[in-house]
């Protein structure tokens, strides 16, 4: 997909609060606003993202500007909707005009010592949201703001703002009202398959085909609207990824969305067939070597003649000078000018631990490389800006493209397949039916169509069919996106060594990497026959939590306590006592070359939504996991964790469905919720099956 500058900053900045007939149920769409003192109050403001969790606490400051005295309360409700989990009347604080005032819903420190406690004792949030009251009627008497931050240190080490958005439209009702109608889907102009070239993405379109008279890509093809006489490959990534992210392991064993993947433009080869089956991967100079390129210019002082580069190219680039590259659209002088930016596939839903992002993966760079049509093989530099969103839900990270309960729009809206998946329970008073018609369910585009099939949308494993045209558009955690940089993304073999030293305690010293006494402490490569002396981490550190080689712990290595627990080397007779220990675990589904911890800790996650987890049966099963099926148990399993000695990744080249591997190193966002769960800044590793589709090569 293509999209605008404009377009992305509108996705990333609004947030919509559309009106809709409610469906009966507690939670902030609909609860009736309770009186504050006996005095009617009104519903000013709605806040998402509200979070008690990992340390975190979120807060609200509130000036009253009318010329009156004005109560003044915020009224907390949990992920799933539900009852408020508190008495807004009980803590509503009469406010002066002119005066301030500051809520919170985790124990303040002396950084916040004026604020008041929503609950006596913290309830826990992973994403829940707030409605901001009060006695005075209108949101302009009453100015609001609102934030996460951690609630144990003074100052703050880390905060974050909240979105903190107007009511539009009437209050809740007090009365249960009528079952949700189905959204009806409306017409957007300027799509594939109307006819007419009028998108960025397109070459052609139908019987507009003046560009490759018939030879135009139909809508549902792997090239939609892209003339077939000119050489490229689509790469269709499949949904059985390995994604693993961050160094405490709870991140790991994700998958990625059907169908995502790019379309490049090759170069100097003839096909499959040969004779020359190596090709030139996106652009480059016409003169031989053919180096990457983004300009003629670059290409002159290399004496390789000019740049080969296409519209298609998804780097970002200007609209009337796609040789210009830019991040915005002041980069793009010309009159009428804008920076034209691609997505790497739609939205990725990521849910662990309690905490869910998602990610829209923005193209920043050309994909540039090599790859032999022939044997499969192929190496490209792939580098994109993943934009960071904290996910309303745990089982819900991402708007939808249609199966979704039939809620209001700031209902729970989760995923569904039939009518049966919305019944009455934890997440609404009454059942509603579900949403088939391809819609989208939240964000700026909720209830608007959308395209929920390949090359536009796909499937998750767990989180239903996201789509480029249904965005997330609230709760940024990661500015313009975190860089993440593949280079290779390859069919061969890559690895990640660690190099960097370690910022977390007790990490900072050098180990024996290889060898007779690999994992031992040294300072010097002699202690380490066979093997070298180096640091513990794998990627640069600071600006998130402090890092780890892996989230395991101590354990003896060798000896008869071998992957015993220890505390010190006297644990472990005839070995040692290792930090950290993680070893590869040939048993693991994804590869002989995964890591899990060999002395613990164990993660229970439910059976089904593995995203979830448990202690005990009794926690994959309503109320506890209201979207958990029946018959789900709590399965536990060693924790995933990366390798000390380095993280390595085998690929398969084939013509067809190669599978390709990179590492990566991660920055932090600025949800100290994210960072810590999943192990930010840190290393990352993809295993990615994909089917590889050829045209214009005779």
């Not at 809709?20 to 009736?32: E, K, L, M, V």
């Not at 631990?353 to 829209?360: E, F, I, L, R, T």
């Not at 220890?566 to 220990?581: I, L, V």
Request: proline fraction near 9%; charge should be negative; aromatic fraction near 4%.
């Amino acid at each position: 997909m293509t999209i605008t500058v404009k377009t992305l900053l509108l996705a990333a900045g609004l947030a919509v609060l559309a009106t809709y007939p409610a469906t009966a149920r507690a939670g902030i769409a609909d609860s009736p606003v309770p009186a504050l003192q006996g005095q009617t109050a009104v519903d000013l403001f709605s806040v998402a993202g509200v979070t008690t969790a990992g340390g975190l606490g979120t807060y609200f400051s509130c000036t009253n500007k009318s010329p009156i005295a004005a109560l003044v309360s915020v009224e907390v409700f949990g992920e799933e909707g539900g009852a408020p989990c508190n008495d807004a009347s009980a803590v509503s604080v009469s406010v002066a005009p002119g005066a301030s005032v500051m809520f919170a819903t985790q124990d303040v420190n002396s950084a916040f010592f004026s604020a008041h406690l929503l609950t006596s004792v913290p309830v826990y949030l992973g994403v829940g949201s707030a409605r901001i009251l009060s006695t005075v009627k209108k949101k302009k008497g009453l100015l609001c703001t609102a934030f996460v931050a951690d609630a144990s240190t003074a100052p703050p080490t880390s905060m974050a703002p909240l979105n903190v958005v107007g009511r539009i439209g009437p209050q809740p009702p007090t009365q249960i009202a009528t079952k949700t109608p189905t959204p009806t889907p409306t017409s957007t102009p300027g799509r594939c398959g109307d006819d007419v070239v009028n998108t960025l993405d397109e070459e052609c379109d139908g019987a507009d085909d003046s560009a490759c008279p018939g030879q135009c890509g139909s809508p549902a093809s792997a090239f939609p609207c892209l003339c077939l006489t000119i050489a490229r490959e689509r790469v269709i990534e499949h949904a059985n990824a390995d994604l693993d992210r961050g160094w405490t392991g709870r991140s790991h064993d994700a998958h990625v969305v059907e169908g995502g993947g790019y379309v490049a433009d090759l170069y100097d080869c003839d096909g499959p067939g040969g004779p020359d089956s190596t090709c030139t991967v996106g652009p480059s100079c016409s003169a031989a070597p053919h180096s990457s390129c983004a300009t003629d210019a670059q290409c002159a002082l290399l004496t390789q003649g000019t740049c080969r580069k296409r519209r298609t190219s998804v780097g970002p680039h200007c609209n009337l000078n796609i040789q210009q590259v830019c991040t915005s659209d002041s980069d793009c002088s010309g009159t009428g000018d804008f920076c034209v930016k691609h997505l790497h596939g739609p939205p990725l839903p990521l849910s662990a631990a309690g905490v869910s992002v998602c990610v829209v993966n923005v193209f920043s760079e050309d994909v540039v490389g090599i790859s032999d049509l022939a044997t499969g093989s192929s190496a490209v530099r792939l580098r994109q800006r993943a934009m960071t969103y904290l996910g309303p839900t745990i089982e819900g990270p991402c708007p939808v493209c249609g199966g979704f309960c039939g809620d209001p729009p700031l209902g729970p809206r989760n995923v569904c397949s039939v009518d049966a998946d919305c019944p009455a329970g934890p997440l609404r008073p009454n059942p509603v039916s579900c949403i088939t018609a391809a819609v989208c369910s939240s964000g700026a585009n909720a209830d608007q169509a959308c395209r929920p099939n390949f090359p536009y949308g796909g499937q998750t494993s767990l989180f239903g069919t996201t789509s480029v045209d249904c965005l997330p558009d609230a709760n940024n955690v990661s500015g313009p996106g975190v860089d993440i940089l593949m280079n290779p993304l390859t069919t061969g073999a890559v690895s990640l060594q660690p190099t960097v030293s370690c910022d977390a305690a007790g990490f900072g010293g050098k180990t024996c990497n290889g060898g007779v006494n690999a994992g031992a402490n040294c300072t010097i490569g002699s202690e380490c026959p066979g093997g070298t002396c180096s640091n513990q981490c794998f990627c640069p550190t600071g600006g998130g939590v402090a890092q780890k080689p892996n989230d395991c712990v101590a354990a003896c290595v060798g000896g008869g306590n071998d992957a015993s627990t220890c505390s010190g080397n006297t644990d472990c007779p005839g070995g040692f006592c290792h930090m950290a220990d993680c070893r590869t675990n040939p048993s693991d589904p994804d590869g002989p070359n995964e890591g899990g911890c060999s002395a613990g800790p164990t993660d229970g996650v439910c059976s089904t939504h593995t995203f979830q987890s448990c202690s005990s049966n009794s926690e994959c099963a309503a109320p506890v996991c209201p979207f958990c099926v029946s018959g789900e148990t709590c399965v536990s399993s060693q924790r995933e964790c990366f390798v000390n000695s380095g993280i390595i990744r085998v690929g398969t080249p084939e013509p067809t469905n190669p599978v390709t591997v990179a590492t990566f190193c991660e920055a932090a966002t600025s949800s100290l919720a994210v960072n810590s769960v999943a192990g930010l800044p840190g290393p990352g590793a993809i295993e990615q099956p994909s089917t590889i589709t050829l045209t214009g090569l005779f």
